[in-house]
């Protein structure tokens, strides 16, 4: 039997899916650990990148940090944290926080950044104030973007939470650190497939939400205008 085969029979396998270490609660625990992370990066990232796009400050500071928090070799930083605050959730939490705060903070001043300024100088013009022109205006024609950072910072965690689970964590990567020491490949194969499986369906899922909160006018190519009405020309003729 091949590999894919017996990982499929461990797939199919109703054992495998009952009890606190079946694939259903490891699929629960790696999605709960996923969702955590991303909307405590969303917190902390989401003002911080409307705000960056709406007035134009401190993008020479955020963007070249941002740049060096990518940088930062994750595994490491979950390996720091858990010896600086012991075994558990809260130091794989914070690190992984950290890798999905650059994405989101980018989708986020990038979509306001990205907004026609006619169309902010109409709104102005129109008597909105800044604060309305950011929630009514910028913040509408920026959700696609938005939701771009948080479906890259969505996969980064995916794939992340996996190998931090070398902690003792739950999630997916239990079958691949519990499997590698006994070479049960099946299971190896299995969990490796499963990872693939979550974040390909997740990022249909955010795939589908970008689509839908894009603007019809900007998913055919044309920016966002305001039409004004011409005055007729009065003709000169006698």
């Known amino acids: 039997m091949s590999a894919y ?8 396998d109703p054992a495998n899916w009952g009890g606190a270490g079946g694939i259903g ?9 996923t969702l955590l992370s991303l909307l405590v990066a969303a917190v902390i990232a989401l003002p911080a990148g409307l705000a960056i796009g709406h007035t134009g400050r401190g993008k020479t500071v955020v ?4 740049g060096a928090l990518r940088a930062l070799p994750t595994l ?9 605050l012991g075994i558990g959730l809260l130091g794989p939490l914070i690190a992984l926080v950290i890798l999905a705060i650059p994405p989101v903070l980018a989708g986020a001043y990038a979509g306001v950044e990205s907004v026609d300024p006619e169309t902010r100088d109409t709104a102005r ?3 909105l104030s800044s604060w309305q022109v950011l929630w009514r205006v910028e913040v509408p024609l920026a959700l696609p973007l938005v939701v771009g950072g948080l479906r890259s910072a969505c996969l980064q965690l995916i794939a992340t939470w996996t190998v931090a689970a070398f902690l003792p964590l739950g999630g997916l990567g239990r079958f691949l650190y519990d499997a590698l020491p006994v070479r049960d490949y099946a299971q190896l194969l299995g969990g490796s497939i499963l990872v693939i499986l979550l974040a390909l369906l997740a990022d249909g899922v955010l795939a589908l939400a970008q689509r839908a909160l894009t603007p019809a006018g900007v998913r055919a190519g044309r920016a966002p205008h305001v039409r004004t009405a ?7 003729a006698s």
């Open 230 to 236: 011409r005055r007729p020309v009065a003709s000169t």
């Open 63 to 66: 963007v070249p940090f941002t």
């Open 25 to 33: 609660a490891r699929l629960a625990e790696h999605l709960g650990y």
């Open 125 to 127: 013009a129109m008597g």
């Open 5 to 12: 085969a017996e990982a499929l029979a461990w797939l199919l």
């Open 76 to 84: 490491g930083l979950v390996t720091l944290l858990a010896l600086g």
